[in-house]
């Protein structure tokens, strides 16, 4: 099958989706909880794909993403609620700001590895809060107040352009230098691709997605404190995408609509949520360090074109 | 006289940092792994602590030696179950079970006995006497005069006797200590339980000192260790010591001047300046990678 094809007919399942869910929000079907709860889901999924970009395809372990879901929140909270802009332009305000916001953090620390990059990231991210902490333009630790605005429809396109672009990127001749870099950054080096320069790209198009997330999740929960987006908010976005499977795009999105539904009906009990989660931390790295996807996307399990060899 | 008040407070600050800095920057040296379940280790030690004064009614000392020897087992049994099979795993995957251990010691401890702070029991009668028109508390004294105690201890075990001098060869070179007949299991094993020992302590110190604890309170101190470790230079003892001292004393001097929000960032701002700058730390050499 040619790929353009499998293109339109995942665009016509996605609209499917769309369609069917919207349909039944707008008939009432759905309870305020659920509808809630699919928001978080399409957020969640949006973190999640946006982390896997840096740390999936390109193989720099952020442990900081939760900042730029802060930057995106708060960014898009003053464009609608102090500057009275519509919601649209206050997202793409937001996401912008927010790959800024990845840009600047990202050319000093991306010089880093491994561990050491990853405790830069927690320490710009944990800066990136007390500093939103410190001005009372936006409430300081009390937080402020944001109508809610986000509905399903935002929430379903949000993801899609997510995964749309993401997908897309992996797949260019861009992607595929990311993915070199995340092999063998020496030997990508050697192969003449400019490390520092797609370890950026990488990193500024992951915190746009989570500034485009952060937007989404301000105008959800009708305040946002700086509290929300400290280092356990980064790392439940980061199990999201280690439990999926580093490198897998579809692994990121089944173990973040997963663990959302887990932690909603866990509500009640934030303890047990915490510890089961921590254990099949645990268990999965010691058991299976790939993740459940491993680095195979869901797609690979049903080929359409493979079937008895023929390939057009 | 004010700035020299801060400086004493800062020292009893970062004399507790430096202690959890040493479990961090030993383990680090010798299995290249970041420790996340460190600063809840030290959480542990505090509520040992705690229940061996308030409701055992022990002795200060004798619950400093209970909480450093239960934190050694307890760190023991960390590396052994989940950080033993990892040790030619990625170093995300090591990093990921860290904070997975972490998570869940902390969630434990909220499952059994609740998110509420406790408050500790006083040991001392608080009594302050002045030197030079300075005001030092005894806590602060004793702070200072344990865990310089424990560093010299530390100091002899790393290199006066057999396990320091293991210790020393496995963190150099794994494979070659291995073939020289030093057991590594037993020596990585004992590196936790030193480190873990002196967080324990550092708990109980810090119990004292501040006398609120609760499940939570290892995080921050717990990552501010990882910094003072990182900025003497990781994987190097007397680095630890030299680096917790410092950001204690930058953290009160930010409170003290008025900023006492922007104490957190002042650690991280540290953190990145010192990986940027010179990321082998203060005391670090620089190290080539080789391919």
Redesign the interface.
């Known amino acids: 099958m040619k790929k353009s094809k499998v293109f339109w007919s995942y665009l016509a399942l996605a609209l499917v989706i769309y369609a069917v869910v919207q349909f039944l929000i707008s008939g009432n079907m759905v309870s305020y909880a659920s509808q809630n709860m699919l928001i978080t889901m399409c957020i969640n999924i949006m973190l999640a794909v946006s982390l896997h970009v840096v ?1 999936g395809i390109t193989g720099q ?1 952020s ?1 900081g993403h939760a900042g730029f879901l802060a930057v995106g929140a708060y960014i898009s909270a003053i464009c609608t609620m102090k500057l009275g802009m519509p919601f649209v332009t206050a997202i793409l305000i937001g996401a912008v700001v927010a790959a800024l916001a990845g840009l600047l953090v990202g050319i ?2 991306l ?6 990059l ?3 990231t ?3 991210a ?2 990136i809060r ?2 939103f ?2 001005i009372d333009y936006v409430g300081g630790a009390a937080g402020m107040q944001v109508t809610h605005q986000s509905t399903w429809t935002y929430a379903f396109f949000g993801v899609f352009i997510t995964i749309l672009v993401i997908s897309n990127f992996t797949k260019s001749r861009h992607g595929r230098a990311c993915i070199a870099v995340r092999e063998d950054e ?1 030997a990508a080096d050697a192969m003449g691709i400019n490390t520092t320069y797609y370890k950026v790209i990488a990193f500024a198009i992951g915190s746009f997605f989570a500034g485009v997330a952060g937007a989404i999740y301000a105008h959800n929960f009708y305040i946002i404190q700086p509290t929300a987006f400290g ?1 356990l908010k980064s ?1 439940d976005i ?1 199990i999201f995408v ?1 439990l999926g499977g ?1 490198g897998s795009l579809s692994g990121s999105v089944i173990a973040a609509i997963f663990l959302t539904a887990i932690s909603t009906y866990l509500q009640g009990f934030p ?2 949520r ?2 089961i ?3 099949v ?2 268990l999965v ?2 058991y299976r ?1 790939k993740g459940l996807m491993g680095t195979k996307e869901i797609t690979d399990l049903f080929k359409f074109g493979k079937k008895g060899g023929t390939r057009i | 006289m004010e700035w020299i008040q801060q400086l004493v407070n800062g020292i009893s600050l970062g004399s507790i940092y430096a202690l959890i800095a040493l479990g961090y920057t030993m383990v680090y040296g010798i299995i290249k792994l970041i420790n996340f379940a460190h600063g809840d280790v030290f959480m542990l030690g505090a509520f040992i602590g705690f229940f061996a004064i308030a409701r055992w009614e022990m002795n200060v000392f004798l619950a400093l030696i209970l909480a450093m020897a239960l934190c050694a087992i307890i760190g023991v049994i960390i590396e052994r179950v989940a950080y033993k099979r990892l040790r030619n795993a990625t170093r995300i995957a090591a990093l990921i079970t860290a904070i997975g251990v972490s998570l869940l010691i902390e969630y434990t401890v909220i499952f059994f006995r609740g998110a509420s702070p406790a408050a500790y029991p006083t040991v001392f009668e608080t009594s302050n006497f002045e030197i030079l028109g300075v005001k030092i508390s005894t806590q602060s004294i004793l702070i200072l005069s344990v865990s310089i105690f424990l560093m010299v201890l530390l100091q002899f075990i790393v290199h006066k006797t057999k396990i320091g001098k293991a210790m020393r060869a496995v963190s150099h070179d794994a494979d070659a200590a291995k073939l020289m007949g030093i057991n590594v299991d037993n020596t990585i094993s004992a590196t936790f339980a030193i480190g873990s020992a002196l967080a324990g302590a550092a708990g109980v110190i810090f119990g004292i000192y501040y006398t609120r604890i609760d499940p939570l309170m290892g995080v921050l101190p717990g990552i501010k260790a990882f910094i003072a470790a990182v900025l003497g230079g990781i994987g190097i003892i007397p680095g630890a010591m030299v680096g917790g001292l410092v950001l204690g004393v930058v953290e009160t001097i930010v409170s003290a001047l008025g900023y006492s929000l922007w104490r957190d960032a002042a650690a991280f701002v540290i953190l990145i300046l010192i990986l940027i700058i010179r990321p082998s730390g203060i005391f670090g050499k620089n190290a080539r990678e080789k391919v």
């Open positions: 740390i372990f442990i000093p620390s010089r880093l590895k491994g561990d050491y990853a405790i830069a927690l320490g710009f944990e800066i007390i500093v902490l410190n020496i280092f790392f980061l280690v580093l303890e047990t915490m510890i989660y921590s254990l931390l645990i790295m010691l360090p």
